[in-house]
């Protein structure tokens, strides 16, 4: 008996190929994202983690203005400081023959000839430089394949506006320099940002700091609380000019790590719910119809003898077919995505290895889940099926009650003719179908808004971004704050059209028991190439008094407008202010604090000083300038805004635009399989009310109309319920996928809505052809008998 009931299932499911595989997709669309992002957190927490421990990341840093090596030992004996290390580091511009562009990076100091006890290079090629040697380096991997270098080349650097020629021993990575980016951009430039290694005394001749070091690197002994150690390290380095000591957490590069960790925990998380809620609704809908078109079937076997355990296990090895279907299409499209996606994260985190392969646990993960997913779609529906006595399962249902809907009342009769009545009155005598029926579109168009809104999101933030926020073309950082007076001799430089001076120090936000850690930007009190935005996009001048800060950051302190907070200058002085919060600004990148450049001055106790320029120049002089910039030794760093805006550009393409693609993909399948699936159920469910109307007369066109006109008349209702839910999703997902780094506005443009309702109307369209094709061999004699 069970193999009569394992070969009705494979004449089920070669019946039902086209439903099942619709079915299948859907879940395959789950379990992809599910795949595609734990295998992507698995390989880069995995990197990450390895890399660290070999090569010795630490646990804790400190900048200091200058500080003797002789401190170093009464650092060391900081209650919790396990390994303690000095170093040299130096902002830096370079020249490289054949590359006219800026570049600007970072110079840190090695023990002549070794390795450091902490963040040890790991050399791809080369040597690290000989002991004693001045003119040698090594260079970061990733701009030396940017431009081609290998051991042996030359370059020659501005270090304190000293010219140091170099040759190179070796190329290497570092712990604390996986992601490469300079310190006032979000995204790498590898063409144009570097850093060297260089032997510690050759470094601190060139920087003038014989006997001295301005940054520190610790670990810390097992079981020591971090915030100890970092309030003892910052009393000490305070005369020395500290800025401020900070724990691994918010170093850059390992905190950009961080945060494209938790969105791979957020996609692996909200992602794959949503698209596998979608798929066990959808197969809740189908078995349950699908069982109730085969109730007669059903009947005849458990009056053969059949047990109510048998059939229930028969239904659920044809659902757990499909859903095995879905498992394997959606673990070999991971792969594959994953596998695309690896090439991509290995340009922007330089892990000496990153092997992209799927663990076992998320195989059975997504396994269990897909299974769950299709118990709870289809049990009920199982269930009710195999638990209806013989004798009623084999009575044909009672005829249906037509009778005129309300909606049929409010349209003119002449209107709707013959088939516009009967589309009305079947879905208004099946409510609860048809409700079934629109909410399972209503969910593909929603998918569908989410993925389009990523779109049009991403492209709105960059706009706002390098379009109305910062609008200069070039960024000067120099050595050291300067007089004013320096504005009037970049006016002068070829191609200059405009120039604006700002001055940021570093500072520590407090309001109540929340401080972060930010830098406080002062400008002209009406800015123009870098603007302030309030929430409707508006420019804002800043205000004569207190200061500005960006909504995420005021948020993260629980402050409003209004409140008084602390400000720690970490600098200099290191003033303790008292500023009121004036306004918040609608940022798309980053965080930040502002106020008028002269009342920062004041504020500081200082003249009339700035920390770099913006410019804005001509591109024809573009050449000109750079040479006669290279030839300014107090300008320490040189950045060009439309190339930080093209790396951020091919970062989210690569990234986020890639996900909202393959987004918008799964959601099209799966906007066609539930039109698909909606529509042969339907098919099957009215076979001989259709065959019956053949018999008695009506044309296939018209019958084809009466099908057609349903499926239409659901999905246009499906629709803006649909838009409703993907303006819900896309706000969670918003709110989801904003951190400190980047928000993405939610913006729902008509393209979105388009998108959207295009999706399901082109499925819908293709649905209404493969089902007129199946009209056309509707079996006259077959409807004539089940018609009798």
Do not use: C
């Amino acid at each position: 008996m069970t193999r009569t009931l394992d070969r009705k299932l494979l004449r089920d499911l070669w019946r039902l190929k086209g439903q099942a595989l619709a079915i299948a997709v859907v879940i395959a669309g789950g379990v992809m994202t599910l795949i595609l992002a734990v295998t992507t957190l698995d390989a880069l927490s995995g990197a990450r983690d390895r890399f660290y421990a070999s090569h010795h990341f630490a646990e804790v840093f400190a900048d200091v203005k200058r500080a003797p090596l002789g401190l170093v030992e009464r650092l060391q004996e900081i209650e919790g400081v396990n390994l303690i290390e000095p170093r040299v580091q130096a902002a830096m511009r370079l020249s490289l023959a054949g590359f006219r562009d800026p570049i600007r990076g970072l110079a840190l100091s090695i023990p002549d000839g070794r390795q450091p006890l902490l963040n040890r290079l790991h050399l791809v090629a080369g040597s690290l430089p000989e002991a004693g040697r001045d003119d040698q380096a090594v260079v970061s991997d990733a701009f030396a394949e940017a431009h081609g270098l290998v051991p042996g080349d030359r370059l020659e650097a501005i270090i304190n506006g000293r010219r140091v020629p170099l040759r190179l021993t070796g190329i290497a990575l570092s712990p604390e320099l996986l992601y490469q980016v300079a310190p006032s951009d979000l995204m790498p430039d590898y063409r144009r940002y570097a850093v060297l290694w260089m032997n510690r005394r050759a470094l601190a001749n060139a920087h003038g700091m014989q006997g001295a070091f301005n940054r520190l690197s610790l670990t810390l002994q097992a079981g020591t609380r971090r915030e100890e150690v970092i309030d003892a390290l910052d009393l000490v380095l305070a005369r020395y000019g500290g800025t401020g000591a900070w724990s691994r957490d918010e170093q850059p590069s390992h905190r950009f790590i961080e945060e494209e960790l938790a969105q791979q925990r957020i996609q692996a998380t909200v992602l794959p719910a949503i698209f596998l809620s979608v798929s066990a609704f959808l197969l809740n809908v189908v078995m349950g119809r699908l069982i109730q078109t085969q109730r007669e079937q059903v009947a005849v076997l458990k009056a053969f003898g059949y047990h109510d355990r048998e059939l229930a296990r028969h239904f659920a090895l044809l659902a757990g077919a499909i859903v095995l279907l879905g498992w394997a299409l959606g673990v070999a499209l991971g792969a594959w995505a994953a596998s695309g996606l690896a090439a991509i994260y290995r340009d922007y985190f330089r892990f000496p290895e990153m092997p992209f392969r799927i663990p076992a646990w998320a195989l059975l993960l997504s396994l269990a889940i897909v299974s769950l997913a299709a118990l709870l779609g289809t049990w009920r529906a199982v269930w009710r099926a195999v638990r209806r006595p013989p004798a009623e399962a084999m009575r044909p249902p009672a005829p249906q009650r037509f009778r005129r809907t309300w909606l049929e009342r409010l349209l003119p009769g002449a209107l709707l003719g013959h088939a516009g009545r009967i589309v009305l009155r079947n879905l208004g005598r099946h409510p609860a179908k048809a409700s079934l029926s629109v909410t399972g579109i209503a969910l593909s168009v929603a998918l569908l808004m989410m993925g389009a809104y990523q779109l049009d999101a991403v492209e709105a933030m960059i706009d706002q971004q390098y379009r109305q926020v910062l609008r200069m073309d070039v960024e000067l950082t120099f050595n050291e704050p300067t007089s004013t007076r320096a504005l009037g001799e970049l006016r002068h430089l070829p191609g200059v059209l405009a120039v604006e001076g700002w001055r940021r120090v570093p500072v520590t936000l407090i309001h109540g028991h929340r401080e972060e850690r930010t830098a406080l930007l002062g400008m002209q009190a009406r800015p123009q190439l870098r603007q302030v935005l309030d929430a409707q996009d508006r420019p804002q001048r800043l205000p004569e008094a207190g200061m500005m800060l960006t909504r995420w950051l005021a948020e993260s302190l629980d402050a409003r407008v209004g409140d008084t907070l602390e400000v720690q200058v970490m600098e200099g002085r290191r003033q303790r202010l008292a500023l009121t919060l004036t306004a918040l600004l609608d940022e798309p990148l980053g965080v930040g604090a502002y106020l008028p450049r002269r009342q920062l001055n004041t504020l500081l106790d200082e003249g009339a000083a700035i920390s770099g320029a913006w410019l804005l120049v001509d591109d024809t002089h573009r050449e000109a300038l750079n040479a006669a910039l290279w030839e300014m030794p107090g300008v320490a760093a040189i950045g060009l805004l439309d190339e930080a805006e093209r790396g951020i550009r091919d970062y989210l393409d690569e990234t986020l635009l890639l996900f909202a693609l393959i987004f918008v993909a799964i959601a099209s399948s799966i906007a066609f399989g539930v039109v698909y699936n909606d529509a042969r159920i339907a098919l099957a469910e009215r076979a001989r009310e259709l065959a019956t109307l053949r018999v008695l007369g009506y044309t296939r066109v018209e019958v084809a109309r009466i099908l057609l006109g349903e499926i239409a008349l659901v999905t246009l209702v499906a629709i803006p319920p649909g838009w409703a839910l993907g303006i819900l999703f896309s706000r969670l997902l918003n709110q989801a996928f904003s951190n400190d780094m980047f928000r993405i506005p939610l913006v729902l443009t008509p393209q979105a809505f388009g998108i959207a309702a295009g999706g399901v109307l082109v499925a819908s369209l293709l649905v209404g052809i493969m089902l007129v094709r199946r009209l056309n061999r509707l079996d006259m004699v077959s409807s004539l008998k089940a018609s009798a």
